[in-house]
Structure formats: structure tokens, C-alpha cells
């Protein structure tokens, strides 16, 4: 069986052109952890009543996650173009390969998509954003009109709702490479 997948063992080290740069892993799990705040702030508003401030708390905090994730995601492009990702690993074949560049150009697109459609809605309600403790307002890109926040609004939703899907299925895929196939996909980036 000279052709059969062969897997190292767990627990061994992976060399360092295997495994994502730190710059790399850093992009990628901070901006993570501000997708999770911004869907928690957005899926905790809408159990708060309408007007309070509670309610309008938790879209401060989608708003700025969403900017926050558009501010790393500018940088951890660059890092990709100039310094690319790991080779694949051994044994994955062409479909896996394809599938995998495939949700990764999803997410990237999501990562600048999302908060930049965010950002209009707001501008296209009459609202934009100041920077916290430094009183500066972000430009407003677009004039108010309602109807046209209503149309970037729905997208904005739309897409929110199918990147539940796309993250979902890069997290599964992540963790059965780990459990099931045992090789080292999630470890690059850990």
C-alpha cells in the first residue's frame, strides 16, 4: 500500500513552513472572535425592546466588531498576497484542495463585504460612525435614503445569514481533518 495516506502521529512538532506565521494565526483567530461578538451583539438586539439601551449597546458593539473586522482584514490580506499559506498537506486531493480555496475566497470576501454593507446601511439611514473616546467621525460614503438602506440593509442580512452556513462548514471541515482524518489542517493554526 505505497499510495495510502500516512499520517504522523499526534503531539509531534510541525515544521515551521507547515504551519501559518503568527502574524497569520493572530489575523485569522482575532478576527474569529469578533465575527462570534458582532452575530452575539446583533442576536442579542433583537430580544431587546426596541429603544432601550440596552438594545442600542449591542448595536454598538456589532458596529464596531463589523469595523474591527474590516480594519484586520485589510492586513491579514496583504500578509496572504505578500507571504501566502502553507503548502497543502500530503494525501489531500485535487477536490479537497478546490473546495478549501473555494470557502477561503468566500470568507475573505465576507471579511470585507459585511462590514463595508454594514457601514452603508448606516450612512444610507443618516448615521455614521464616531471613533470612541477620540470624538472623530468616519466619512460618510453615501447620502441618507431610505430606500436605498433598505436594499443594503437586506443584503447585508442576506449574506449575514448565509455566512452562518460558510463558517459553520469551515469549522466542521477544520475539525474533521483533526478528529477524523487525523492530519494537521487545524494544527497549522493553532
Do not use: C
Not at 18 to 36: D, E, G, N, Q, S
Amino acid at each position: 500500500m505505497d499510495n495510502a495516506i500516512k499520517f504522523r502521529s499526534r503531539g509531534s512538532p510541525l515544521s515551521s513552513n507547515a504551519r501559518y506565521a503568527p502574524p497569520a494565526i493572530f489575523f485569522h483567530w482575532a478576527i474569529a472572535l469578533l465575527i462570534v461578538i458582532a452575530y452575539a451583539a446583533v442576536i442579542t438586539k433583537g430580544y431587546l425592546p426596541k429603544g432601550s439601551a440596552p438594545r442600542a449597546l449591542s448595536m454598538t458593539i456589532h458596529e464596531w466588531a463589523g469595523v474591527m473586522v474590516l480594519v484586520l482584514a485589510v492586513p491579514r490580506l496583504l500578509w496572504r498576497l505578500i507571504k501566502g499559506a502553507p503548502g497543502p498537506l500530503p494525501g489531500q486531493g485535487w477536490l479537497v484542495r478546490a473546495l478549501s480555496a473555494a470557502v477561503h475566497l468566500l470568507l475573505y470576501l465576507f471579511l470585507f463585504a459585511q462590514p463595508v454593507l454594514g457601514y452603508l446601511t448606516l450612512n444610507a439611514g443618516g448615521h455614521g460612525l464616531t471613533i470612541p473616546g477620540l470624538d472623530i467621525a468616519l466619512p460618510q460614503l453615501i447620502a441618507k435614503d431610505d430606500d436605498v438602506r433598505r436594499s443594503i440593509k437586506e443584503i447585508h442580512e442576506t449574506l449575514g445569514s448565509a455566512f452562518y452556513w460558510v463558517i459553520g462548514l469551515h469549522a466542521l471541515a477544520a475539525l474533521w481533518h483533526h478528529y477524523f482524518r487525523r492530519d494537521d489542517t487545524l494544527r497549522r493554526m493553532l
